[in-house]
């Protein structure tokens, strides 16, 4: 079982920056493929951005590459996903998740656990 906490979560003017963080609980983390998802009123939960067990690889969405950079640091149990150029279409809440797949990227299905979620919202 993983318990995930995020936090980080605001109200910011476009242009701004974020780093929003994710803690989780248990001691092995590093077993776990990382994620994070966000969700708009009215619209489904879409993928933002994964990372795997050791950090190697990663993986964005379309619409924030270039602009979310995702990070982990296993010591600390803890993801990060730091979000520069934000616009008002990234305010959503924003989903914490891990995986035991080694790889899982933008698969919703491949996640096992799921934090409760952080407000960011963008202002124009």
């Known amino acids: 079982q993983v318990r995930l906490v995020e936090s980080g979560g605001e109200l910011v003017q476009a242009g701004g920056s974020l780093r929003l963080s994710c803690a989780a609980s248990g001691r092995t983390f590093s077993s776990y493929a990382m994620g994070w998802f966000r969700q708009a009123p009215g619209k489904e939960r879409e993928f933002v951005a994964a990372?795997?067990?050791?950090?190697?690889?990663?993986y964005y969405a379309d619409s924030v590459k270039g602009r979310f950079t995702i990070s982990r640091d296993n010591a600390k149990n803890t993801v990060y996903l730091q979000m520069n150029s934000l616009k008002p279409e990234d305010t959503a809440v924003y989903y914490c998740t891990a995986s035991g797949l080694a790889v899982v990227a933008g698969d919703e299905a491949g996640y096992d656990y799921w934090g409760q979620g952080t407000q960011v919202t963008v202002s124009s």
């Open positions: 990372i795997s067990r050791r950090g190697g690889r990663l």
